[in-house]
């Protein structure tokens, strides 16, 4: 009952978002340019298309984690459960999130392997976490900021502010990261004193044992890393083919390429599938950038597209539920044991 109403809860919140953003767009009317102006379907396909490659290099890198563990995984069971995984982040109203499920479905096709499903899960969102940050602050060396802003020179300021704190992230991430790669450093008193703390020390205590179990694996996390950033290059031309094909104008390419990165950090706050505060990262750091020809709201219009986007594509995911029900309904009574509570220790990091 309490995981119900703290789903709840979320959704509401999540609603209050949406509204706030709605109510907003109405009255500048941004709706009714959306639906008097032709738009350009060939361009909004392409947005679906490279959403729909984004999703795939993203099953496909989960795959090479847990095959690395010796997890015998095959792409097909890889597709089922990241198409399922992607489905119960936006559909399940936040009870029973994505990486929780794959991390049960996987521990439960192969027996013995819990702490590896788990492992593999949690490596994967922080390599996708991280690579956001990698991502926006590359893509910031090809960005002209006095072309930028017109509009709201006040929020671009903010919106520059933020730039600078998602730069500082992506270097003192990879020094962490380098550093949590030797194992003397892992394995010390100190480092596990953490485990210790209040509330975040579980959560801390399974992250070192997912970290443990890669740390020889230096090349794989590369190549994970390499394959990250094409999926958000793919999650941000999707943002952008859907900015062309809407009415109206926006930003250029290697702008979209900063403000996407940053907008989809806002997905790793435990909303169903980051529903709402997507929506408004993308639409604050829109009006951030904004030129004088484009719409105060096109943001949150194009925001709201490719939201529909990608729960056209989290639809597939509908064939493999209905193709093993049971199953999954055996994994969602699983997920409300306590067992299974204390022995996942996943989030709901970004699926990207």
């Known amino acids: 009952m309490k995981r119900v109403l703290i789903g709840l809860i979320k959704v509401l919140i999540s609603c209050a978002i ?90 439960r096709d192969k027996p ?41 020179p006040d929020q671009l300021a903010a919106v520059r502010r933020i730039c600078d704190v998602t730069t500082t992230a992506a270097i003192v991430g990879g020094v962490v990261i380098f550093v949590l790669l030797i194992p003397q450093i892992t394995h ?51 943002v952008f083919l859907v900015a062309r094909g809407l009415p109206g104008d926006d930003p250029n ?25 997507v929506e408004y990262a993308l639409d604050f750091l829109y009006r951030g950038v904004a030129t004088m020809n484009i719409g105060e709201r096109q943001g949150f219009i194009i925001a709201l597209a490719y939201r529909v986007i990608t729960m056209i594509i989290a639809s597939i995911g509908l064939f493999y539920y209905l193709t093993g029900r049971r199953e999954v309904r055996a994994m969602l009574q699983a997920a409300g044991s306590s067992e299974v509570d204390e022995s996942n220790g996943t989030t709901e990091l970004p699926v990207t």
């Open 18 to 107: 949406l509204g706030y953003l709605f109510r907003q767009a109405w009255r500048d009317d941004s709706f009714s340019l959306l639906y008097s102006q032709p738009k350009d379907w060939g361009l909004l396909f392409g947005a679906l298309s490279a959403a729909l490659l984004s999703l795939i290099l993203c099953i496909l890198r989960w795959r090479l984690l847990v095959v690395a563990l010796q997890i015998p995984f095959s792409i097909r069971d890889a597709f089922r459960l990241g198409m399922l995984g992607y489905l119960f982040n936006f559909f399940t109203l936040g009870i029973v999130g994505g990486d929780v499920l794959k991390a049960i479905m996987i521990a």
């Open 112 to 152: 013995g392997r819990r702490l590896e499903a788990v492992a593999s899960v949690l490596i994967d969102r922080a390599i996708g976490l991280y690579a956001l940050f990698v991502l926006a602050s590359l893509a910031m060396l090809n960005i002209d900021w006095s072309t930028l802003g017109e509009r709201n």
């Open 188 to 238: 010390s008193q100190a480092v596990h004193a953490l485990t210790r703390l209040p509330a975040v020390g579980p959560l801390i205590s399974k992250a070192l044992m997912a970290l443990q179990l890669y740390q020889r694996r230096r090349g794989l996390l590369l190549a994970t890393l390499l394959m990250s950033l094409g999926v958000h290059l793919l999650s941000s031309l999707s």
């Open 253 to 277: 390419l290697a702008t979209h390429l900063v403000i996407v990165p940053i907008a989809m950090v806002a997905s790793a706050i435990p909303l169903p599938g980051g529903l709402g505060a």
